[in-house]
């Protein structure tokens, strides 16, 4: 599975974006039964796993953007979403999103990721 996140940019604090996540794979079945996620790697730092999405569309969020980031899935389109609102410059990171596995470790390989930077 190929997978290309978009949507990024640079946005003052306090401001939205709107990423996308989509899927390459010809196959249908693979993407609607996986557990999918968005994560985020600020620089100098590891990757952490910010948002999650179930098959069963059940959203959880790390602590840092409850109540500001938003994540969907739209199977039909092989997409995941990421609504981020009232960002902060410590949102700055490239997002990626990949499925996840019942530890939270990523799936599939990881594909491009989008640059988010915030600014103060």
């Known amino acids: 599975v190929q997978l290309q996140a978009s949507g990024g940019g640079l946005v003052q604090a306090g401001g939205s974006l709107r990423l996308s996540c989509h899927a390459s794979r010809s196959i249908f079945s693979v993407f609607r039964p996986r557990n999918m996620g968005w994560y985020r790697q600020p620089p100098g730092k590891e990757r952490e796993l910010v948002a999650r999405?179930?098959?069963?569309?059940?959203?959880t969020y790390e602590d840092s953007v409850k109540g500001r980031f938003t994540i969907s899935r739209d199977n039909s389109r092989k997409t995941v979403y990421l609504q981020m609102n009232t960002l902060k410059p410590e949102d700055t990171a490239v997002y990626y999103c990949n499925a996840y596995s019942a530890s939270g470790t990523n799936v599939w390989n990881w594909g491009r990721g989008t640059q988010v930077t915030v600014s103060s």
């Open positions: 999405i179930t098959s069963d569309n059940e959203a």
